[in-house]
């Protein structure tokens, strides 16, 4: 059974920088493409990264472009997420989830979950 | 972008019963849908892809139809489990897939 486990969260001011994480385990992580997705609470779910197994092709919402950035380590079986000049609409449970190839594309699903993180801005 | 709408937003529905929850999206997007559903402080599950297709170990009471721009879920005999939050997704575009805003099912 596939395992990911998002740590990293926590309250943070406003401008300011988070980095979240990611471990994956029970999987061959560098076979597959990895995505963020989170969700304000009481809200839907909005997709934020995608990241192909081997970090040649990245993608973002407009909504975080240019403030995060995507990133993975395949020797350490993580993903990542730097995040920069936080918002209080950055708000939010980060889920990473694993998709259901090796490359993100037309078709790609989300086919495991972490249990999220919870990233709150406020002042 | 392609936007995904859900309705309706709940639905009440007793043990037992069939629904069906749809999703349109803003332009063709072909087959390219998922459904998701997200039980009270869990994280997502996926369920279906390709807009018809079960996920390996989700249960045959659950069913996807459609293509194009509209879309349907359609849960029979419901369960108590089943009671939760149904998100479509499409993945139409590498790099940008959307969700659509929740259809809440409660007893």
């Known amino acids: 059974e596939v395992v990911l486990v998002e740590s990293g969260g926590g309250l943070v001011l406003p401008g300011r920088s988070l980095r979240l994480s990611c471990e994956a385990s029970?999987?061959?992580?560098?076979?597959?493409?990895m995505h963020w997705v989170r969700q304000a609470p009481g809200k839907g779910l909005e997709w934020v990264s995608s990241?192909?197994?081997?970090?040649?092709?990245?993608g973002y919402a407009d909504s975080v472009k240019g403030r995060f950035t995507i990133s993975r380590d395949n020797a350490k079986n993580s993903l990542y997420l730097q995040m920069n000049s936080l918002t209080i609409d950055d708000t939010a449970f980060y889920f990473c989830a694993k998709d259901n190839g090796h490359i993100a594309v037309a078709g790609s699903a989300f086919e495991d979950w972490g249990q999220g993180t919870l990233v709150t801005v406020s002042s | 972008d392609v936007q995904m709408t859900q309705s309706p937003s709940s639905l009440s529905a007793s043990v037992g019963d069939t629904v069906t929850i749809t999703c349109r999206a803003s332009?063709?997007?072909?087959?390219?849908l998922n459904w998701y559903q997200q039980r009270p402080g869990m994280a997502p599950k996926f369920l279906i892809f390709a807009a018809s297709s079960l996920q390996s170990g989700v249960p045959a009471r659950f069913s996807g139809s459609g293509s194009g721009t509209e879309f349907t879920l359609t849960i029979s005999n419901l369960q108590p489990e089943d009671f939760a939050t149904y998100y479509c997704?499409?993945?139409?575009?590498?790099?940008?897939?959307?969700f659509g805003q929740g259809t809440k099912l409660e007893i």
């Open positions: 332009q063709n997007i072909n087959t390219f």
């Open positions: 029970r999987f061959t992580f560098d076979d597959f493409a």
């Open positions: 990241i192909d197994w081997n970090s040649d092709r990245i």
């Open positions: 997704q499409q993945s139409s575009t590498s790099h940008g897939y959307t």
